[in-house]
């Protein structure tokens, strides 16, 4: 029997708000526990929230990103349960009148994706549980208050493949709005997905888990996979899945139940009284609509037909808003996009690591990398001179000129010069002269590799091709 | 007459005139406290020694001549659900024992900023749920007018306070009539403002969309001075309203030709209680005789009022109220239970007393799945529509007038063991509080020898004509300067 899978997911990404969402403490991450908080993001008795207009305005900008509606009128509604992590006991959040519904993200194939709702709430606390025999737990409420946005795609998914990319393109588009880190490690992007199986071409859908802590694209995709797996063998043996929800364990490779979904939980959703509801005038909407940044596919699009990067290259360098930011500037100074592309993905991806080159700055400036890229291509070092460089550059943040000085990089193309090094080691390799000029072909190129030693890599390599055949040629009389 | 039982005005003048100090005053109102706390139990919380301390500075600051505040040298008790840095703040509960906020509520700081003197914290219903101050779970405050009945409730304690001298004015919360009905029991004046003009940021929720802090005064002249002091817009509270600063004595002083005053007939029909309808009718008359216009009108959904306040505030309370599990703040069960849930509900039985646990269990019920759709959200479409009711009789008339109360002050136990009997006790002040309008409460009359309460009801943020109505009707009547006995006996010391 063939199933069809069916893959929602539901992401939650911390928005990149200077202050909370009802108070003015900091939203930085990493503070000594319970440092930045005050009364209101403690939920202390008599304390009330006022709705910080940034977040209203960055969920606006990822509803608007994503093709959605923007409510009017919209509110915010207290999500009501008991948990340490949630001081107030509960969750400010929206309920029914999300700030933005009815979008769609689409997929390199072309499919599109729906996304149901975007609406605005604030993230709990965080707790950390004893692992030794004395067993207690403890509270950090720095996180309490920092504002979220819920992004809660259809059940349009059918492949983990495409689960990954749908977030892949979504973490993208919330970074290039600026309005989220997007951490998967620190949890500014959190991600569950919603998976169902039912038989090949039926409509109605099968029973769903939900799986939860999915930290990592890998997870999310292994996961997910695991999932398949487990409920087909489960389907092809004629038994049910459990509705429930379900965590990945990293270390075992497999999802694990944490909860059924039988009971569900009423949180008895009703409009915060402390909060007035949100009226939005459209010409605020459109006034934001304006503003909007280019958005990664459009970019990835546009480097292609603009720069001529192949596929590979602008997905790659348009990964990330501050590395296209980067290559623009560097073709800016200096218009060579593929070398700029190759020392970039090459280069600048191994010094700096994949991870930080999406989120942290980049410390050289893009304009000294077209000044390489251009001493390169006027022959004053090599390519391979040229990656030496730029690695200087990039640990000293020093004119790519200056260092070429300061380490005699320069490359030798004074054809004397040259000449007397080619001449030495004819004769220091006799044999390999021999073989040349016996018909070897390949002992040429040890020969140039001797002679580019001899000049520690700086010899002009056409120059030095042409002085060696030249030479070789003479012997050949 | 001793110098704690005048009024705030006439003290700033004696003050202006340096006639009397601070301090004289503060000793006045702690000898008075002293004769008759232990007797009518109106605060939770004393603190004297600030308060000499406070008395003493601005002492200092009246004979150097220095600007003073509107408030310089008064001494204020403030109801226990507003709170003070460094001061227990309890809402008379045992759950926030011991819980010492480390913030102001706005309402405090800027009555300390006009230099009032704090006395300290006056006794309540516990949370502001009651009418009685019965459901206290620290003590019972008793009517000054005679001991074997309640102040009315859940500002109790303040409007006590204030009729027996033990503060110059104090300050309470409205969320169904907590004001309106304890100034009615004692013989106080007492005002809601509309809701939004006074700032609720540290005052200790009740129900969110309805509470609204006020003063409790011996005159309308004072009310409309801490009125001036209590309102503006804060922006710690969203619900607070922005808007141009009034001066509420301004109009103190208009006589009240071609004022149209509106009788609502359901507010005089079954279940007010003769006597009371007699004496508020009266007072009426009086005004008529002012000059007043008087109009009967109909609000046809006054009927519907108070279920549907007692559904919203349940329900607001419920989830209000669901902070207080003991392990942040406040008092925790006794034994740490290894099942969190378990340790959740033996914290809140032991901390609640019956009134906020039917109220929790009540709104827990009405907020959820099946009941919101069946309750809730119509108790809000009625809102709705005592709102426009409101608006619409506002169109015709200046002021609104009822009695506050159906009945007289209750005895002890009276309704305490019938919940439904008791929120009855809210029957004229709750439609207010739903429709966010303002309302003063002025002691019109006696009746079997204890205070009448007659409510003069305006439009959102009309206070000045109410403020207006109400001055003009004091200064013809005494019946705002009566005191009860013990003020009487202690008086003669």
């Known amino acids: 029997m063939r199933f069809d899978t069916v893959i929602g997911l539901e992401v939650h990404a911390e928005l990149a708000t200077a202050t909370k969402i009802f108070c003015a403490c900091t939203t930085k991450f990493g503070g000594v526990a319970n440092t930045q908080t005050c009364p209101v993001c403690l939920g202390l008795p008599g304390a009330l929230p006022v709705l910080n207009k940034r977040a209203v305005e960055y969920c606006i900008r990822a509803g608007l990103a994503l093709r959605c509606e923007i409510a009017k009128f919209s509110k915010m509604d207290r999500k009501n349960f008991f948990y340490p992590d949630m001081p107030k006991a509960y969750q400010i959040s929206q309920y029914d009148l999300p700030l933005c519904r009815d979008g769609f993200l689409t997929l390199d194939s072309g499919k599109k994706i729906r996304i149901n709702r975007i609406h605005l709430e604030e993230d709990a606390g965080k707790l950390t549980h004893s692992t030794g025999t004395e067993r207690y737990s403890l509270v950090d409420y720095n996180r309490a208050g920092v504002p979220l946005i819920e992004i809660v795609s259809g059940p349009d998914l059918s492949t ?51 799986l939860k802590n999915l930290n990592s694209f890998k997870a999310l995709s292994r996961a997910l996979t695991y999932e398949i797996k487990r409920q087909s063998e489960l389907l092809a043996a004629g038994q049910a899945v459990r509705p429930e929800t379900r965590k990945w364990d990293e270390v075992k490779q497999k999802t694990l139940s944490m909860r059924g979904k039988e009971e569900t939980q009423d949180y008895r959703y009703f409009p915060d009284p402390d909060l007035p509801p949100i009226e939005l005038d459209p010409a605020y909407i459109a006034e934001i609509a304006v503003s909007l940044p280019e958005l990664p596919d459009e970019k990835k699009q546009r480097f292609m037909a603009d720069y001529g990067l192949p596929e590979y290259d602008a997905d790659l360098i348009t990964g990330a808003k501050r590395l296209a930011e980067f290559f623009e500037a560097v073709n800016a100074r200096y218009f060579n996009p593929k070398a700029a592309s190759n020392f970039i993905m090459g280069e600048l991806l191994r010094l700096m690591g994949e991870e930080q080159l999406k989120s942290a700055e980049i410390p050289m400036n893009p304009a000294s990398l077209g000044d390489l890229l251009k001493l390169i291509d006027e022959g004053e070092i090599s390519v391979s001179v040229g990656k030496k460089v730029f690695a200087r550059m990039f640990q000293t943040g020093a004119a790519p000129e200056e260092i070429i000085k300061a380490e005699g990089f320069k490359q030798i193309s004074d054809e004397s010069q040259l000449l007397a090094i080619v001449n030495k080691v004819i004769k220091a390799h006799p044999q390999s002269v021999q073989d040349y000029l016996g018909g070897k072909e390949k002992a040429a190129g040890f020969l140039v590799g001797q002679i580019m030693r001899e000049t520690k890599g700086q010899a002009n390599p056409q120059l030095l091709k042409d002085l060696l055949y030249r030479e070789l040629d003479k012997l050949k009389d | 007459m001793e110098l704690c039982d005048l009024t705030i005005h006439e003290l700033r003048r004696l003050y202006a005139r340096k006639e009397v100090f601070p301090s004289e005053v503060l000793a006045s109102v702690i000898r008075r406290i002293h004769a008759v706390e232990k007797d009518y139990g109106a605060y939770l919380t004393l603190d004297l020694e600030g308060a000499v301390e406070q008395a003493q500075a601005a002492d200092v600051r009246i004979k150097a001549g220095k600007p003073l505040g509107v408030l310089e040298g008064i001494p204020v008790a403030i109801k226990g659900n507003l709170c003070q840095a460094g001061r227990e703040t309890t809402c008379a509960s045992r759950i926030l024992q011991g819980f010492v906020p480390p913030y102001t509520a706005t309402a405090v700081r800027k009555i300390l900023a006009q230099g009032a003197v704090i006395l300290g914290h006056a006794n309540m219903d516990e949370f502001a749920m009651g009418s009685s101050t019965e459901y206290s779970a620290v003590k019972k405050s008793k009517n000054p007018w005679d001991p074997l009945r309640t102040p009315g409730g859940s500002s109790g304690g303040s409007a006590v306070a204030v009729a027996v001298g033990e503060a110059i004015a104090a300050l309470g919360s409205d969320t169904g009539g907590s004001i309106r009905q304890p ?60 808007g141009k600063k ?170 305490s063991q019938d919940p439904l009997q008791m929120y009855w006790s809210e029957v004229c002040t709750a439609p207010v509080n739903m429709a966010g309008l303002p309302a003063i409460s002025i002691p019109c009359g006696f009746s079997r020898g204890l205070p009448v309460g007659m409510q003069i009801i305006g439009a959102h943020f009309t206070e000045t004509v109410i403020l207006n109505v109400a001055y003009q009707y004091q200064r013809v009547t005494d019946y705002h300067q009566a005191r009860p006995e013990p003020v009487r006996q202690e008086g003669t010391v």
């Open chain 1, 160 to 210: 983990p493949a495409e689960a990954v990319e749908y977030l892949e393109k979504l973490r993208r588009i919330l970074e290039y709005l600026e309005i989220s880190d997007c951490k998967m490690a620190e949890g500014s992007l959190r991600c569950d997905a919603n998976i169902s199986l039912k038989p090949a071409g039926q409509e109605e859908l099968g029973t769903k888990t939900e």
């Open chain 2, 246 to 415: 009034v001066d509420y004595t301004r109009d103190l002083q208009q006589d009240l030709s071609g004022k149209r005053i509106g009788l609502p007939l359901e507010y005089f029909e079954a279940g007010i209680d003769a006597e009371v309808k007699c004496t508020v009718l009266e007072a009426v008359e009086l005004l008529k005789e002012l000059g007043a216009e008087v109009v009967e009108i109909s609000l046809k959904f006054t009927d519907y009022a108070l279920p549907a306040y007692c559904i919203i505030s349940s329900g607001e309370a419920s989830s209000n109220l669901a902070r207080y599990d003991g392990i942040r703040y406040g008092k925790a069960a006794a034994r740490i239970e290894d099942n969190l849930n378990a340790f959740y509900i033996r914290t809140r039985s032991e901390g609640f007393g019956p009134e906020v646990k039917r109220r929790i269990m009540l709104g827990t019920y009405l907020l959820s799945a099946g009941a919101y759709e069946a309750y809730y959200k119509k108790a809000q479409q009625v809102r709705s529509l005592i709102i426009q009711e409101f608006n619409e009789a506002f169109q015709q008339v200046d002021v609104i007038i009822t009695p506050t109360t159906p009945t007289i002050a209750f005895k002890f136990g009276e309704k």
């Open chain 2, 183 to 242: 100034a009615a029991f004692c013989g106080v004046t007492g005002l809601k403002p509309t809701y939004g003009l006074v700032s609720r940021y540290g005052l200790i929720a009740l129900a969110s969309s309805l509470d609204q802090i006020g003063p409790l005064t011996k005159d309308a002249e004072d009310s409309a001075l801490l009125l001036n002091i209590l309102s503006g817009f804060d922006p710690m509270d969203s619900t607070s309203v922005s």
